[in-house]
């Protein structure tokens, strides 16, 4: 190698270095705060689907006392829980 080329090799690897810290940090950071939304997305969704089903399982449980009950007049207890304001 002549003496020329070591200096322009030098350059370059600097300018390569700054200018990839410049465009590839900011990049890393766009990333990470779309996966930082995503998952927080996901964490609301789960909340979401576990309250939905707390409620359909509170449901379930109410037609189960209700065909299991043999002592309760079944029309009377199906109006009363269609009067019940829906949580």
Same mark, same amino acid.
């Given at each position: ?15 390569? #270095?700054?200018? *990839? ?8 950071? @766009?990333? =990470? %705060?779309?996966?930082? !939304?995503?998952?927080?997305?996901? #964490?609301?969704? *789960? ?8 409620? @359909?399982? =509170? %449901?379930?449980?109410? !037609? ?24």
């Amino acid at each position: 190698m002549s003496p020329l080329w070591i200096p322009i090799l030098g350059i370059s690897c600097g300018i390569i #270095a700054i200018l *990839a810290g410049a465009v590839f940090k900011p990049w890393l950071a @766009l990333q =990470q %705060r779309k996966m930082e !939304l995503d998952a927080n997305m996901v #964490a609301e969704k *789960a909340a979401q689907y576990a309250a939905q089903t707390e409620r @359909l399982e =509170q %449901r379930v449980r109410v !037609l189960e006392r209700i065909i299991t009950d043999k002592g309760g007049d079944l029309a009377d207890e199906i109006e009363r829980l269609r009067d019940e304001p829906v949580n």
